[in-house]
């Protein structure tokens, strides 16, 4: 295994070390300032200059491997780090260099697999960053985990396909920016187990597109929201389907694939800035007669941390250096290892980083708390753990049948 950068991804991680020094972090109290003053679901202004700053220093859609008007394209491997270091700053950095879920998928699925009319209609003004996207998968009603249970149906009728069925924790549908959905259902309940799904373009001023509410995580209002969707006899231009019927399944582990490796790659990032929050603190305070610091139980925490965060992002660049040599398919252990591996280390990381801040931890005034109700959040978010280990469990036991 060899995990040297491209000269290409070395010149581009000085670049967004230098954009996140300059402008993230000291655009992160503006941020907090003008969200104060907006909507929760509102665009705040220092984004879109966040936004022009990456492009002008040529930090834009690094996550897309394919070639663009922006980018040759990078490795899965030589993405990593600078997705890690994006994670320092999950409100900004992402979105900043348009490499946010769920667009950063929703492109990939655009560019792989739409036609050339879909990629000029939708992909360009992503790519572009003008719009934002959301990917409808999950349902209320069952077990999503398994995708081949979802029950929405996508209905041929003439020259337009029609939509029924209810969706929830549609990521990004709450925003104003966001202009379509990409839904997953199921055209044919008779086919193949994982044959049934298709997926389909859905503008979302659609009729019969109903966002009945967003769904806050663990109290918190996400500004592009997690949206509970019913879809009540929307019709659509049969050309908006994506790629054939019957593919949607197959789409779907190609688009989680890379999604699953980046936000493994963003956790480590948040790991890394919770580590650096816990070491300033335990040096600045002072209880029984001494700095934090110098406790024994303070520096295990430290010391286990580092060495978890070591742990997790080999791990993980593995998983990137496989996908990039043998491919997603070959790589699917490995990205189901640090899909359970990397959420799970930078959640205790931030919990010891809580504890060192005492009280103060678990409110506002730091992003700890935040950090937290993020990271468990994926634990679920493309597939729960237990999917995850069941199937790292299942290609081990194949070894001895």
Known sequence: ??????????????????????????????????????????????????????????????????????????????????????????????????????????????????????????????????????????????????????????????????LNGHKWWTSGAMSPRCTLFIVMGKTDPTAAKHLQQSMILVPRDTRGVTVVRNLEVFGYTDREGHAEVHFDNVRVPATNLLHTEGSGFMMAQARLGPGRIHHCMRAIGIAERALELMCRRVTQRVAFGRPLAEQGVIR?????????????????????????????????????????????????????????????????DFPLAAMYAGLRTLRLADGPDEVHRRQVARTELGKYS
Not at 16 to 23: I, V
Not at 57 to 70: A, D, I, S, V
Not at 307 to 320: N, P, V
């Open 300 to 364: 295990e925490w430290i010391a286990d941390s580092r060495m978890e965060i070591e742990q997790a992002r080999l791990l993980t660049l593995k998983a990137a250096w496989l996908m990039d040599t043998v491919g997603n398919r070959g790589a699917a252990i490995e990205i189901s290892s640090i899909k359970v591996v990397a959420p799970n280390v930078a959640l205790r990381v931030v919990d010891r980083a809580i504890q060192a801040h005492g009280g103060g931890g678990v409110s506002s």
């Open 1 to 162: 295994m060899d995990f040297q950068l491209s000269p290409t991804a070395t010149a581009l991680q000085e670049r967004l070390l230098e954009f996140m020094d300059d402008k993230v972090y000291p655009a992160e109290a503006t941020y907090h300032d003008q969200m104060a003053n907006l909507d929760p679901h509102d665009h705040p202004p220092v984004i879109e200059d966040l936004k022009a700053e990456a492009k002008a220093r040529g930090l834009w859609n690094l996550f897309l491997p394919h070639k663009t008007q922006w980018t040759d394209g990078l490795s899965n491997l030589d993405y990593a780090p600078l997705a890690e270091i994006t994670g320092r700053s999950m409100h900004l950095a992402p979105e900043a260099l348009n490499c946010s879920a769920p667009d950063t998928g929703n492109m990939e699925l655009l560019t792989m697999f739409g036609t050339d009319a879909q990629k000029e209609e939708w992909l360009q003004p992503l790519l572009n960053g003008e719009i934002r996207s959301a990917f409808a998968m999950t349902e209320p009603d069952v077990a999503s985990s398994d995708a081949t249970n979802i029950e929405l149906s996508i209905t041929r009728d003439g020259d337009s396909y029609v």
